[in-house]
């Protein structure tokens, strides 16, 4: 009898590589999507016929009951969230309800229906904020600086909660960032390497940016899906940072992807203020060493690797635009 999954989130960056990853050990795969007058189904486009889609919302405890009654998963992966930052500064009472509250709604739909369900919450680097130690562990204090940091405290604390005071199986995953060719083109990695392609191809000459001197620790989205599986396949649960331990500034990043076009970043990139966070978090850097000891992960792609894989994605885009406008001109002659 095949395991069967559900993701909440299961058309993000995350849901889409964790669906392909479950489907690939023989899961049965479900996923929540949202009532939504445009579906974005992209990211799933090539799977679409292997997965369950199921209409549910965080912010309706009655639906996420009804969709784990019908399911009945063994383990449910909580991805779905207002996952961009800066979007949490003009809406942070949502930013609440989905990405704290929302986790709740589900952590208590499963204690109703079945508390022997297996939990992974999408905890954030960005719950450390303004970091009080370097690297970050699963010891360090948390210092959130936006209302999206503050709302997965919140997750991360009631996922914990659930654990201790009901003995399920809940996990956080402290992800620091993770990156592909399928990140939204508003986080700034797609932002520079979809600019940088279409730059090439002569489409446009400037990309506007904020902080160059911010530095992340980036790794590969493909990579990190496999630890969340890994967390829920152990004996006992825990929280576990995912990291590479590696840190690279904005502007190293900007130098990779120009540099791999052949392209001198200096005359093409604009610094905008008004694309600086209201408070910055300048430095996020993972010790995964617990997840390396006791799951067994590391990360195989490196952060070159991926700028230069997002690169080569663009360009293609880029070039399949640039196709379908030649088509679609030459039939409207």
């Not at 069967?4 to 889409?16: E, Y």
């Not at 899961?27 to 889609?53: C, K, P, W």
């Not at 600086?145 to 909660?161: D, F, M």
């Amino acid at each position: 009898m095949s395991r069967r999954a559900l993701i909440t989130g299961i058309t993000g960056q995350d849901g889409s590589y964790l669906a392909e990853w479950l489907l690939e050990q023989g899961y049965e795969v479900h996923g929540i999507v949202r009532r939504a007058s445009t579906e974005n189904f992209e990211r799933i486009q090539h799977i679409r016929d292997r997965i369950q889609l199921h209409q549910a919302d965080l912010l309706d405890q009655l639906s996420l009951i009804s969709v784990l009654q019908k399911v009945d998963p063994h383990e449910v992966y909580n991805l779905a969230a207002m996952s961009f930052v800066p979007t949490s500064w003009v809406q942070p009472v949502l930013t609440g309800e989905f990405t704290a509250l929302g986790v709740t709604r589900v952590l208590e739909a499963i204690r109703l229906v079945n508390p022997s369900i297996r939990f992974y919450q999408a905890s954030s680097s960005e719950m450390f904020g303004k970091v009080k130690e370097s690297p970050q562990n699963e010891q360090t204090p948390f210092h959130p600086r936006s209302p999206y940091g503050v709302s997965k405290v919140y997750g991360h604390w009631i996922t914990v909660n659930y654990r201790e005071s009901y003995g399920m199986f809940c996990c956080s995953g402290i992800l620091f960032n993770h990156e592909s060719p399928r990140r939204g083109k508003e986080f700034v990695t797609r932002k520079v390497t979809w600019n940088a392609a279409r730059i090439k191809r002569g489409l446009q000459e400037k990309v506007r940016l904020g902080n160059l001197d911010a530095r992340r620790d980036w790794g590969y989205a493909g990579d990190y899906v496999r630890a969340m599986w890994l967390m829920l396949q152990q004996d006992e649960p825990d929280d576990y940072v995912i990291a590479t331990g590696q840190t690279h500034s904005v502007r190293e990043l900007v130098e990779i992807a120009f540099d791999y076009l052949g392209l001198d970043w200096r005359k093409h990139v604009e610094i905008d203020p008004t694309l600086f966070r209201p408070a910055e978090v300048d430095l996020l850097c993972g010790d995964a060493s617990k997840a390396k000891r006791v799951l067994g992960w590391e990360p195989t792609v490196s952060f070159e690797e991926l700028v230069r894989m997002m690169v080569d994605a663009d360009l293609e885009r880029v070039d399949r635009e640039l196709a379908e406008s030649r088509r679609s001109r030459g039939a409207a002659r």
